[in-house]
């Protein structure tokens, strides 16, 4: 038996359960873990802009860039099957897929007037990134919290082989320079819900009955056998 067409839920539907809003997330916790873990009390800016040529000669304060450049689903982690959804009586009322892992890679570098202060800052960052699995829970918010799901975090890991640094460089028009390949996995909502089917209210009823009428059609109450009416022609032969 197929299942009914999906509905989106209006949860998932809505701003926060989109993967934009994911990526919005994601980003406040970013900027939130590296100005506590990794800054601490320097006057170092945190910005998700493009580092190109142009926007890199218009930097005169420090600043940690922090640039996603590449968004594609984290298939080691996708679950099949479908997830129950229970009301306050324990009832299923509906079923959802569950959610999908995308994987969110980042550009992370420092820009100073000196390439020790740059230097400086990435070990900060690499540190501040080294002492974490996954975002800390108390920088979640929004759809990510909600879900109550790890969310996965790696720094430096070595490129896959249809992608190199100097590749994405070249794409944004500017010099090689000093990075950090900052990737983190965030779990998404996909809002497809599937409709559990009407809850079961009433006992079964039994409908027992015979060919051309006879013997009569009877029906009989849950956890009671049908009773068996009685044959007018052996009745009269007995009689007879």
């Given at each position: ?35 506590r873990d990794a800054i601490g ?200």
């Amino acid at each position: 038996m197929p299942w009914p067409r999906p509905a989106v839920a209006a949860a998932a539907a809505g701003p926060g359960g989109t993967l934009d809003g994911v990526i919005q997330e994601v980003d406040s916790a970013l900027q939130a873990l590296i100005q506590r873990d990794a800054i601490g009390a320097r006057d170092v800016e945190v910005v998700f802009d493009a580092p190109t040529k142009d926007w890199s000669s218009r930097r005169n304060a420090p600043t940690i860039d922090v640039y996603l450049y590449d968004i594609r689903e984290d298939l080691r982690r996708r679950e099949r099957g479908l997830l129950n959804e229970y009301d306050e009586a324990e009832h299923i009322t509906a079923r959802h897929l569950p959610p999908r892992y995308f994987k969110l890679s980042y550009l992370v570098t420092a820009w100073t007037q000196r390439p020790e202060d740059e230097h400086r800052l990435l070990s900060g960052l690499l540190s501040c990134f080294l002492a974490h699995d996954a975002l800390p829970t108390d920088l979640l918010t929004g759809p990510l919290a909600e879900l109550g799901l790890s969310v996965p975090v790696t720094i430096a890991l070595p490129p896959p082989e249809d992608r190199s640094f100097a590749d994405v460089w070249s794409a944004l028009g500017g010099e090689l320079k000093p990075s950090l390949d900052l990737v983190v996995s965030a779990p998404t909502a996909t809002g497809r819900v599937y409709p559990a089917a009407t809850l079961v209210d009433q006992p079964p009823r039994v409908s027992m009955g015979g060919t051309e009428g006879w013997p009569p059609r009877e029906d009989a109450p849950s956890g009671r056998p049908p009773q068996k009416a009685a044959n007018p022609r052996r009745a009269r032969k007995r009689t007879g």
